[in-house]
């Protein structure tokens, strides 16, 4: 066990009724089997939303001594979260920063993106204020529609800023919308995007060039781009087929708390939405939505396994528990682990039965879940 962790036991000594593993040496494994298949390219790890449910300073710990070029963040509070954690790498701010935040940025020397001129020129303001330099990566909407300079102000875009006195652009970024969907307008917007960085490389050396998420990076090659922010492909969830060898460094448990045998009749849950058409022994299971375990994945033939045996869940999930047959698991006892994401239940299935995506899943894994951390 490494030191990072929380054992799956209370404080009090009570044991854990759920938890997440982490194998953190398979974090370290992921990244460098990237860099190996992109030789030369810069990485930026994605680790925002908690590093999809990963628990963020652990895993960012483990990166930032791979060296990555910086940390993808959502805000300027994960980026706080990194800096107080004692991690070197720099954040960078993905998304559009309030005008009350662009301070904390310029003051710690964080990076982030902009998408008008406006925003460059308070950016440049405030960085004049402290006598320092803002590093800012130009924001260009190729598609996504979420952020960024549209294609009609990319001619004037780098003249314009280029009169701006404090900043530098270090820069240029796109984002993917359908890189494991649509093929035809992934390539029509690489097109876009390579244009949209000669439009301002006469103005700004642009260090660092990136469009690609995970899908982007394993599907894709876009000429003029020195970095990638990998995500989902980190944690070893790729989001399209890959031979690359990238393996899931999480793990999901439960514990049952109690057993019982249930007659011919019986509602399992709320609404009886489920009703044994026979006797059945009912194990009931410490997690629920309150956990992270969707609500969706009621009645969907979910299966869990218990002792290596595959166990459909029953009825509705409740807020912190529920229910599975555990009549073809003679063996199962109360305080048998049960695994809900991991090797014997691939978090693919379970997004799909829930009618979600990987990203929601992981993401949805809440505080109340303690997270284990291996060191091998």
Same mark, same amino acid.
């Given at each position: 066990?490494?030191?990072?962790?929380?054992?799956?036991?209370?404080?009090?000594?009570?044991?854990?009724?759920?938890?997440?593993?982490?194998?953190?040496?398979?974090?370290?494994?992921?990244?460098?089997?990237?860099?190996?298949?992109?030789?030369?390219?810069?990485?930026?790890?994605?680790?925002?939303?908690?590093?999809?449910?990963?628990?963020?300073?652990?895993?960012?710990?483990?990166?930032?001594?791979?060296?990555?070029?910086?940390?993808?963040?959502?805000?300027?509070?994960?980026?706080?979260?990194?800096?107080?954690?004692?991690?070197?790498?720099?954040?960078?701010?993905?998304?559009?920063?309030?005008?009350?935040?662009?301070?904390?940025?310029?003051?710690?020397?964080?990076?982030?993106?902009?998408?008008?001129?406006?925003?460059?020129?308070?950016?440049?303001?405030?960085?004049?204020?402290?006598?320092?330099?803002?590093?800012?990566?130009?924001?260009?909407?190729?598609?996504?529609?979420?952020?960024?300079?549209?294609?009609?102000?990319?001619?004037?875009?780098?003249?314009?800023?280029?009169?701006?006195?404090?900043?530098?652009?270090?820069?240029?970024?796109?984002?993917?919308?359908?890189?494991?969907?649509?093929?035809?307008? $992934?390539?029509? =917007? #690489?097109?876009?995007?390579?244009?949209?960085?000669?439009?301002? @490389? +006469?103005?700004?050396?642009? !260090?660092? &060039?990136?469009?690609?998420?995970?899908?982007?990076?394993?599907?894709?090659?876009?000429?003029?781009?020195?970095?990638?922010?990998?995500?989902?492909?980190?944690?070893?969830?790729?989001?399209?087929?890959?031979?690359?060898?990238?393996?899931?460094?999480?793990?999901?448990?439960?514990?049952?708390?109690?057993?019982?045998?249930?007659?011919?009749?019986?509602?399992?849950?709320?609404?009886?939405?489920?009703?044994?058409?026979?006797?059945?022994?009912?194990?009931?299971?410490?997690?629920?939505?309150?956990?992270?375990?969707?609500?969706?994945?009621?009645?969907?033939?979910?299966?869990?396994?218990?002792?290596?045996?595959?166990?459909?869940?029953?009825?509705?999930? $409740?807020?912190? =528990? #529920?229910?599975?047959?555990?009549?073809?698991?003679?063996?199962? @006892? +109360?305080?048998?682990?049960? !695994?809900? &994401?991991?090797?014997?239940?691939?978090?693919?299935?379970?997004?799909?039965?829930?009618?979600?995506?990987?990203?929601?899943?992981?993401?949805?894994?809440?505080?109340?879940?303690?997270?284990?951390?291996?060191?091998?």
């Amino acid at each position: 066990m490494g030191g990072e962790g929380i054992l799956p036991r209370m404080r009090h000594g009570s044991p854990a009724r759920a938890w997440i593993e982490v194998n953190l040496e398979q974090l370290a494994c992921n990244l460098e089997e990237l860099r190996r298949r992109h030789p030369g390219l810069k990485m930026m790890p994605v680790v925002k939303a908690n590093a999809y449910g990963h628990g963020l300073e652990a895993v960012a710990r483990v990166w930032d001594s791979c060296g990555a070029s910086f940390f993808g963040v959502a805000n300027p509070g994960e980026a706080r979260r990194l800096q107080q954690a004692g991690v070197h790498t720099r954040p960078f701010i993905l998304g559009p920063a309030f005008p009350e935040e662009r301070e904390e940025i310029v003051a710690n020397g964080w990076s982030s993106i902009v998408s008008t001129f406006e925003e460059a020129r308070h950016f440049s303001e405030l960085a004049g204020l402290y006598g320092k330099t803002a590093s800012l990566h130009l924001c260009v909407d190729t598609g996504m529609g979420r952020a960024g300079f549209l294609p009609a102000e990319w001619e004037n875009m780098g003249k314009t800023l280029s009169r701006l006195p404090h900043l530098r652009i270090e820069g240029i970024v796109s984002h993917f919308p359908a890189a494991d969907e649509d093929e035809e307008f $992934t390539r029509a =917007q #690489i097109a876009e995007f390579e244009r949209a960085v000669d439009c301002v @490389r +006469e103005y700004f050396p642009l !260090e660092y &060039i990136h469009i690609a998420a995970s899908a982007g990076l394993l599907g894709y090659a876009a000429p003029s781009c020195t970095m990638a922010r990998p995500g989902l492909a980190l944690y070893g969830f790729p989001p399209i087929d890959t031979d690359l060898n990238l393996k899931p460094a999480l793990r999901l448990i439960s514990r049952v708390t109690l057993i019982r045998e249930l007659p011919a009749g019986h509602g399992v849950s709320y609404g009886r939405a489920f009703i044994t058409n026979r006797p059945v022994r009912v194990a009931t299971i410490g997690i629920g939505y309150a956990d992270g375990w969707l609500r969706s994945l009621s009645c969907k033939n979910v299966m869990l396994s218990i002792g290596g045996v595959p166990c459909p869940m029953l009825g509705r999930v $409740t807020m912190d =528990q #529920i229910m599975a047959d555990v009549s073809n698991a003679p063996e199962a @006892r +109360e305080g048998d682990e049960v !695994e809900l &994401i991991g090797p014997r239940a691939p978090i693919g299935q379970i997004a799909e039965k829930a009618g979600t995506i990987v990203w929601e899943i992981l993401t949805g894994l809440g505080p109340r879940l303690p997270r284990v951390y291996l060191e091998g």
